[in-house]
């Protein structure tokens, strides 16, 4: 099997975390990104909880908080009415905290699989920099930070959100038995797309649970762009991933994934009558996840990396899109 990026220190992006490190003085993790302004800030004790809460990539929260934003947007077409701007505000401060909240958990349950693999062995947990008692009272703290804003929607929206916590419960465990583990994460992490459509109208419909399946396959397909970095080091700590399992077929899996979410979003937003401006950022989206597939590469971690983080652009561009429809008002 060909290493995903020899040696493994290319997924670290040294120019990136040694920028970091010189800068703060904190320990810069290998997926870090260069701007680390909360650590200039924080004090030094704080620094491996921000580090839990993966403060140090934002990445992960976007991610987290772009399916909400699609989906209070095509609500918002449906109804025909304006952007629910304190709705997207609230978002955005639920997906940081809960972002945080569920990669302390998992760092919490993948501790000793984490010290087994070069790109986490330096993670707080799995270094040894935080205690699993620290790390639950940290969790803990966080959680009530997202019923804090969880509890400003109507009912609907607290019920959905409640619901999201039984495939963020399964995901750190799905590796040790299954090959995708990324379907769970992507179950997990697509669920804004449930969240969205209920804060503005207070119900489901079809066009949200449409928009919830290609955010999972999205979510799918970026994570096996994203677990290239581990190929080698999965396999020896025997835990799986769809980057393993499509094996030398990676970029046509990757493109089918990407092809099926682009599917799905499409037959959401006809299901919501969108306009053209939302039919262009969907097809700015698709054209972005496209250019990623035929970029990827299974020997390349730093380019795996860059098309993961790559996503965020891409999730802009639809919301872009949908959000230029309701502005102008061309929802058909």
Not at 13 to 34: H, Y
């Amino acid at each position: 099997m060909r290493r995903a990026a020899p040696p493994r220190a290319p997924a670290r992006e040294p120019s990136s975390a040694s920028a970091s490190s010189a800068s703060t003085g904190f320990e810069a993790l290998p997926d870090s990104v260069e701007s680390q302004f909360l650590f200039r800030w924080a004090p030094p004790r704080f620094h491996p909880f921000l580090q839990l809460a993966r403060l140090d990539r934002p990445i992960g929260w976007w991610l987290l908080l772009l399916p909400c934003w699609w989906s209070s947007a095509l609500a918002s077409i449906s109804q025909r009415a304006p952007l629910h701007w304190r709705d997207l505000a609230l978002f955005f401060a639920g997906a940081v905290v809960m972002r945080g909240a569920g990669s302390t958990y998992n760092d919490i349950a993948d501790r000793k699989i984490d010290a087994k693999v070069a790109r986490t062995k330096g993670r707080p947990l799995a270094s040894g920099r935080v205690g699993v008692k620290g790390a639950l009272f940290f969790l803990a703290a966080q959680c009530l930070g997202g019923l804090a804003v969880l509890l400003n929607f109507n009912a609907v929206t607290i019920a959905m959100g409640f619901a999201s916590l039984g495939a963020v419960a399964l995901y750190p465990f799905m590796k040790r038995v299954t090959s995708f583990p990324q379907a769970v994460l992507g179950m997990a992490f697509a669920w804004g797309a449930l969240v969205g459509w209920p804060a503005v109208t207070g119900s489901l419909a079809l066009a949200p649970v449409l928009l919830y399946l290609g955010a999972v396959f999205w979510t799918i397909g970026y994570d096996t762009i994203y677990a290239v970095q581990d190929i080698e080091d999965d396999a020896l700590a025997g835990i799986g991933s769809s980057a393993l399992f499509f094996g030398p077929h990676l970029r046509r899996g990757v493109a089918g994934l990407y092809a099926a979410s682009a599917i799905f979003m499409e037959a959401a937003l006809a299901s919501a009558h969108t306009g053209l401006l939302a039919q262009a950022g969907l097809f700015l989206f698709a054209l972005h996840l496209a250019w990623q597939a035929l970029r990827l590469d299974p020997a390349d971690g730093v380019m795996a990396l860059r098309l993961f983080r790559s996503n965020r652009n891409a999730g802009l561009l639809l919301f872009g899109g949908l959000a230029a429809d309701v502005l102008s008002g061309t929802a058909l």
